[in-house]
């Protein structure tokens, strides 16, 4: 029975052009996203691999100079493309992809594509996981909002519940038409993101690629059927196909465009964050404060770099100030990364309230192109930083200071370069994107439950006939 309820419900679909027209327009538009990220992530992955070598050998062969010169020259880190990136390129765009490595301060992402995006860009970029988060949905409302209502209106519901026709199966057949259209539809699609994500993955990373495609594929399943079962539940409780469509679309405006910014704009307000102005300026003053009292304990003046210090004690007292700065950005930038993850954590709960927040949240996790794995990745290059700072300290101690007044006419050796490691920063596994997104699964499996259990009520109180 519940295979002659989805067939016929698939025949009208394809009878009245619903399911080609505007499902054939959301395959284009699935493929062509994939295709054209397949080509920027080939692109922009060959650039910071190419970008990341040159800038290392440039490190490595600067000839002789003296360290601190070095490392006031630093050397520039390359974030490297998730294979993932061509699904969902998460917070990429906003969050930059270089860090410059400097002496004395811990730096900045630079190069944010966002910053040269038009302003129809900033509205979201067409990518395969926004035609699913956005424009599906859509699709299944086009598709499902007259499953009862029509029914009702052309008198077959009397017909069907007459001949013992049960209200629940005709719900399951319903929603077995319904996601059956949506899933050979974005079959292609998936088969083709899956496919350009494994050829593109490193080597050693195919498992974990294929992992990642099997959770994707779990919360979008989860996200859609939430979906199908709210359009069923709607169209059976609006007398008529006209009321459900009006119905839909409202609450798709709400809960996908409107709520979206609304939770982010109160996640905001709830765990402010300081602008970039006061956020240096914390940085800087604490930095001036804590300085105070290690330059006083070690050297016995308050002043950095306070003439009274001698040459020979600078190699020591470079040190000293990178140990303090140390301490300084771990405490606030772990503070500043840490609010933004009680942000993200507040939207991924409210996605009780509207489920595409926390697909968002649990696609660019399981893509790897969310805000944890960028934090990750921002404290690896922090720690390559303080290697380099090592290196030259310990080798401004052991044969610049011994100089006294001659200190800066020191010139290390080619060697000395050497012994920074080249960076290299391996992705993180599927177990690092669930373990801080965990929410976002929990809560779009209880958004699948409740909408199920919505459409349950529905056809079983609430379907007039």
């Known amino acids: 029975m519940l295979r002659l309820i989805a067939s016929k419900d698939l025949r009208e679909f394809l009878r009245d052009g619903r399911l080609p027209w505007a499902g054939g327009l959301i395959v284009l538009l699935l493929l062509t996203a994939a295709a054209v990220g397949w080509v920027q992530q080939t692109a ?12 290392y050998q440039a490190w490595v062969n600067q000839g002789s100079r003296h360290p ?21 390129t998460g917070v990429e765009p906003y969050v930059g992809s270089t860090i410059w490595l400097q002496s004395h301060s811990q730096g900045e992402v630079k190069f944010r594509p966002a910053q040269d995006a038009t302003g129809l860009q900033r509205f979201g970029s067409l990518t395969p996981a926004w035609v699913l988060q956005v424009l599906v949905p859509l699709l299944v409302i086009i598709l ?13 519901l009397r017909q069907l519940l007459s001949i013992g026709v049960s209200r629940r199966r005709l719900l399951w057949g ?11 539809l974005l079959l292609s699609g998936a088969a083709l993101v899956g496919g350009l994500a494994l050829v593109t993955a490193p080597a050693g990373t195919a498992g ?11 919360g979008y399943g989860l996200y859609l059927g939430a979906v199908i079962f709210l359009v069923l539940a709607v169209s059976a409780i ?7 469509l009006f119905s839909l679309l409202a609450i798709w405006i709400v809960g996908v465009l409107i709520a979206p910014k609304a939770i982010s704009d109160m996640a905001v307000a709830l765990h402010p964050t300081p602008s970039r102005i006061d956020f240096a300026k914390a940085v800087r003053d604490e930095e001036n404060a804590t300085s105070r009292k290690v330059w006083l304990k070690n050297f016995g003046v308050e002043t950095r770099w306070d003439p009274r210090v ?3 004690k600078w190699g020591i007292a470079l040190r000293v100030t990178d140990h303090n700065g140390y301490r300084v950005y771990d405490r606030q930038f772990g503070a500043l990364w840490d609010t933004f993850e009680r942000q993200q954590r507040l939207q991924e709960w409210a996605g009780l309230l509207a489920p595409v927040v926390a697909m968002r949240s649990l696609s660019m996790a399981l893509s790897g192109t969310d805000f944890s794995q960028h934090r990750d990745f921002s404290e690896a290059a922090e720690r390559q930083r303080r290697i380099i700072q090592e290196v030259v300290s310990e080798d401004l101690i052991k044969n610049a200071d011994p100089l006294g007044d001659r200190h800066f ?42 909408a199920m259990a919505l459409a349950l009520v529905a056809v079983s109180r609430r379907l007039r006939v």
């Not at 493309?81 to 699904?87: G, S």
Request: hydrophobic share 50%; net charge neutral; charged share 15%.
């Open 68 to 88: 601190h010169t070095a490392a006031d020259q630093g050397m520039n880190v390359f974030k490297p493309e998730p294979p993932l990136a061509i699904f969902d």
């Open 144 to 156: 499902g909002f007259s499953a009862f209502a029509s029914e009702r209106e052309g008198g077959t």
């Open 208 to 218: 974990d690629v294929a992992a990642r495609l099997a959770g994707l594929a779990l």
């Open 238 to 244: 609006c007398r008529t196909s006209r009321v459900a």
């Open 409 to 450: 006419s020191y010139r290390a050796s080619p060697t000395l370069w050497a012994k920074v490691p080249e960076f290299h920063y391996p992705l993180p596994r599927i177990g690092f994107a669930l373990s801080h997104h965990w929410p976002s699964l929990v809560v779009l499996a209880a958004s699948f439950l409740l």
């Open 44 to 55: 922009v992955q060959a650039e910071r691999v190419s970008g990341q070598a040159l800038d």
């Open 174 to 184: 319903k929603a077995l038409a319904l996601g059956a259209s949506v899933g050979l």
């Open 310 to 312: 001698p040459l020979s």
